[in-house]
């Protein structure tokens, strides 16, 4: 056996305020996903930001992968109440804000997982 390269994964810190944890959290409960559903159940990822609630003026920090950020992005597809345009749901403020993050993950991943 031969180690051959490393592979990093990169993670955001992401700070959320307590009203987009509270609406994550929500649309999580009534998911048709059941990864969805689980992912802010207790033991799962999304579970801590909810735990720490503190209050309606308080943020929540959280360290979340590209697969992390996929899924809280699948939850906020429901924001809209699903509305399609084309057949795709239609991201609201919160689906585009964790989007945008998510592809600063990905492009920081590519940085630093290029061969040389």
């Keep these: 056996m031969e180690r051959k390269s490393f592979t990093y994964e990169t993670r955001a810190d992401v700070e959320f305020t307590s009203g987009e944890v509270q609406k994550l959290h929500e649309l999580s409960l009534k998911h048709y996903d059941p990864v969805c559903r689980g992912a802010t159940m207790r033991g799962n990822f999304f579970y801590g930001a909810v735990n720490r609630y503190l209050g ?37 403020e919160l689906g585009w804000a964790l989007r945008r993050i998510l592809d600063d993950v990905h492009a920081e991943a590519r940085r630093l997982n290029t061969e040389e």
Excluded: C, F, M, W
Excluded at 71 to 89: C, F, H, M, S
């Design 56 to 92: 309606p003026d308080s943020k929540v920090g959280v360290s979340l992968t590209s697969h992390e950020l996929q899924i809280l992005g699948k939850i906020a597809e429901a924001e809209n109440n699903y509305a399609q345009a084309g057949g795709r749901p239609v991201l609201g």
